[in-house]
């Protein structure tokens, strides 16, 4: 995928401009190459005798946003039908995604400059967004979205953010309600009630995967295992005023194998791999369904912001291909 790359754009138009105006080019000119290999550019200078062929390295920027690339989308919300604030309720919601069902219960939910905007309620949990929808069943697949923290953000203890998920649509409970996965038995152990994997935002922006998974190790009573997404070897965090996007790519295992994969990436940067994961145990049902939720909680106050907070989304695509990397 292309990078921008900022610092040799006026010499390439100079470049550009001597040949359109006639200007002498000299015989030995040779023009900057650029080489795309990731996470990096690459900048390749014209050789020279005297210093040899120099390779520098400039590394990308995990807090700047990454151009996306839409070729392979499935779909794409991007909120740019919607007049400037309009009051995004869950009919409209519906609209956008076809959401099997939604429950919007932030403070406020408002389409501003063509973003999704809510207003976190203080003091309060699990206010924001609970919503689902059925997708169709892959064996991979690509989900993003971008998220804004904005100014004054009180991360609290964290909170849920969206993901893929995987139900066993057989398995209903007794109302006739579908069973969503909550990681509590393991391969074996009772019903696959599936898999989820989920994203959270912890103290400070730290940011962790949430899965749900066939595997899943029990800490301290808890059944989800939570990964924390990792940057230059350190817990990568949210910083608050800073557009990021969050894309996950989620591969199924075989049947009754430790060989799904599920990775990560914020602003096009690797964050989390796995590739031992369980995430069904006789493959009975692929990756058919995303949650959208975004809302602080655990279940006791201490999650609640002190403040009312603000957050941002754009871009909430499904793709075949790779989004932002």
Not at 111 to 140: C, F, Y
Not at 156 to 163: A, C, D, E, H, Q
Not at 312 to 318: A, P, R, Y
Request: charged share 20%; aromatic share 12%.
């Amino acid at each position: 995928m292309k990078k921008v790359l900022i610092g040799i754009t006026a010499s390439l138009l100079l470049v550009a401009c001597q040949f359109e105006i006639g200007l002498t080019v000299p015989d030995d000119y040779e023009p900057i190459k650029v080489v795309d290999v990731g996470d990096d550019v690459v900048i390749i200078p014209p050789a020279d005798e005297d210093e040899g062929d120099d390779v520098v390295i400039v590394p990308a920027d995990i807090h700047t946003l990454p151009p996306l690339d839409t070729s392979g989308a499935l779909w794409v919300v991007d909120f740019e039908n919607h007049s400037n604030g309009t009051t995004y309720t869950d009919n409209v919601a519906d609209g956008d995604f076809h959401f099997q069902w939604e429950t919007i219960s932030a403070k406020a939910s408002t389409i501003v400059n063509g973003r999704w905007e809510m207003l976190i309620p203080k003091d309060q949990i699990k206010k924001g967004v609970h919503a689902a929808k059925d997708i169709v069943p892959t064996e991979s697949v690509y989900f993003g979205y971008e998220i804004e923290f904005h100014p004054g953000y009180d991360f609290s203890t964290g909170g849920k953010l969206p993901g893929l998920v995987g139900l066993n649509k057989d398995l209903k409970k007794s109302n006739g309600n579908q069973v969503y996965p909550d990681g509590c038995n393991a391969y074996g152990q009772g019903p696959d009630e599936g898999f989820s994997l989920r994203s959270m935002f912890r103290e400070d922006g730290r940011a962790i995967g949430y899965f749900y998974h066939q595997d899943n190790p029990l800490h301290n009573g808890y059944c989800g295992e939570e990964i924390d997404y990792i940057h230059n070897g350190e817990p990568f965090k949210f910083q608050r005023g800073v557009s990021y996007y969050v894309e996950t790519y989620a591969q199924m295992n075989d049947a009754n194998e430790s060989n799904g994969i599920v990775r990560i990436w914020v602003n096009g940067q690797l964050v989390l791999e796995r590739t031992d994961m369980m995430l069904g145990e006789n493959r009975i049902y692929d990756i058919n369904h995303m949650m959208f939720y975004f809302w602080h909680g655990g279940s006791s106050s201490s999650w609640a912001p002190s403040v009312d907070s603000r957050v941002s989304f754009d871009n909430v695509i499904l793709s075949s291909t790779p989004i932002s990397h």
